[in-house]
């Protein structure tokens, strides 16, 4: 290991300890992310977020738990020569040891018009899943921090009509006995990117065949999530407390004051008995 990998992880644990490493391992216990005999694959993208959550991980093991096993699964859905150097060249930096699948995702993604995006991320959900189990793993952990929960959120409000989140963590639907987990969930976006600045990092941002230009961190890609980190950024500038207050939203639903809800696929309307209830 050389000097420059011990000091990346070093500012890990000292610099970033209370905004980065404290967020993690605090997710770790509250959500109950691991139990003794878990084999996680830990799903490498080659951003920041999923590198830092490799190290994260490694530090865990080093400093804390080691009652579980780790693989570092990275998938090449098609990335163009340049990009597959950049992530191979900061998992040696990083000293993640990567085991690697090959896809040809982004060509078929390529040809479709509606929807690219979200296929995508269906399809690469279930390689991962499917190469986790192949090789003995009874999770995945993936990278999404605190901005992806808080922009889910609003997302769904603004967008799709509905209340709801991105989850610390889920049994897989079509992989049984497989789960997701979210360790990074408490861990603000700006701390990583501090993180990664601190330690003169690169890494890619975005590599489909509809983004590579912003390949290196340049460019912007036009979304409704990037429309929801613009929004954040507008409301974070009236109030430090509004990202914790949408954070903390759905988790003090109070079903006596919703007009209707769902629970297993099961609609419920506030009419529902409504009769019944005297008024006090």
């Not at 109950?32 to 080659?46: F, N, P, R, T």
């Not at 340049?218 to 613009?230: H, I, Q, T, V």
Request: glycine share 6%; with cysteine; charged share 30%.
């Amino acid at each position: 290991m050389t000097e420059r990998t011990k000091e990346i992880e070093r500012s890990i644990i000292k610099k970033y300890r209370k905004n980065i490493w404290c967020r993690f391992t605090k997710a770790v216990r509250e959500y109950e992310l691991i139990q003794d005999g878990d084999k996680i694959a830990v799903c490498i993208s080659g951003g920041k977020d999923s590198m830092l959550m490799a190290k994260l991980f490694q530090e865990l093991k080093k400093h804390g738990r080691n009652n579980f096993d780790l693989v570092f699964l990275l998938m090449n859905p098609g990335y163009r020569e340049e990009n597959w150097q950049l992530i191979r060249s900061n998992a040696e930096l990083l000293g993640i040891p990567l085991t690697v699948f090959e896809t040809e995702i982004f060509d078929i993604v390529s040809e479709v018009e509606n929807g690219p995006c979200y296929l995508c991320a269906r399809m690469r959900r279930g390689y991962l899943y499917s190469n986790a189990r192949e090789l003995g793993c009874n999770k995945i952990a993936l990278g999404h921090h605190f901005d992806d929960v808080i922009e889910t959120i609003l997302m769904g409000m603004l967008y799709g009509g509905q209340i709801e989140t991105m989850m610390p963590k889920l049994h897989s639907q079509n992989f049984a006995g497989m789960q997701l987990i979210r360790p990074m969930y408490l861990i603000k976006e700006d701390a990583i990117k501090a993180w990664r600045d601190y330690n003169g990092l690169r890494f890619i941002r975005c590599a489909c065949r509809f983004t590579e230009s912003c390949a290196a961190q340049e460019g912007e890609k036009k979304s409704k999530r990037d429309e929801m980190k613009a929004l954040v950024r507008q409301l974070r500038s009236a109030s430090d407390v509004i990202e914790q207050n949408i954070f903390n939203s759905v988790k003090n639903v109070n079903l006596n004051k919703v007009i209707g809800y769902k629970k297993d696929g099961e609609s419920h309307y506030f009419l529902d008995g409504y009769e019944k209830v005297q008024e006090s």
